[in-house]
């Protein structure tokens, strides 16, 4: 195959731009001339510069962190993609082993524990993005995390014996409205303990911990 750009185009030598090694999306009228298939492109426009380059796909985490670096009940996972030349084709993603959906709203985590995310953007000339991946720990409002949280906050001993005590209640409250009063009256103790007892980490962790699981 021969691609032919004779002058017959008036198009001249200096006119032409392109390098060595640039790769060209050439369109043309074909010909065949002495058993030599042929494509004469009719100006300068029928070439352009191919798109070989991949998209990128940035991702972008918010939500409520605790101090150990996990969001509190829920993250939301924004993917942004961007191209050089042909433009976002579609982007993909999949939460751990699931299956890959397409990309269009942000993704919602709420499930407990550390989801890894893959995603990954294609352009519209077909350049598949390598896969990315992004690890996403949440903490889900629970009885076994909020004793979790209280035994690696660094607390007197005391304190930490009575805020067992007002989660146990919690616990076993009979019904949904006795654990929220249960609940709150466990963020209010918390609340309330002087500083001397509680650094502001804890103090801060346990507040957004029982501020989630009360809104
Ligand atoms: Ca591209």
Redesign the pocket.
Known sequence: MTVRLDNRTGTTFDDFSYHNGDVLDIVGISSEFKGTRQVKPRSLDDLKEA?????ETAAELSGTKLSDGSFMEQAILRLGAT????GIEKTIYRVNAGSWSDYSTPIRLTADGVATVAYRSV?K?G?WEPIKTAAVAVTAPTFANLYALIDRSPLRPAIKIALKVHVKAAERAKGDAMRRRQLQKTLDFVAHLPDRFIGEPAKQDLEIFLNAWLH
């Open positions: 798109d070989v380059v991949a998209p191209d050089d030349r042909s352009d000339a350049n």
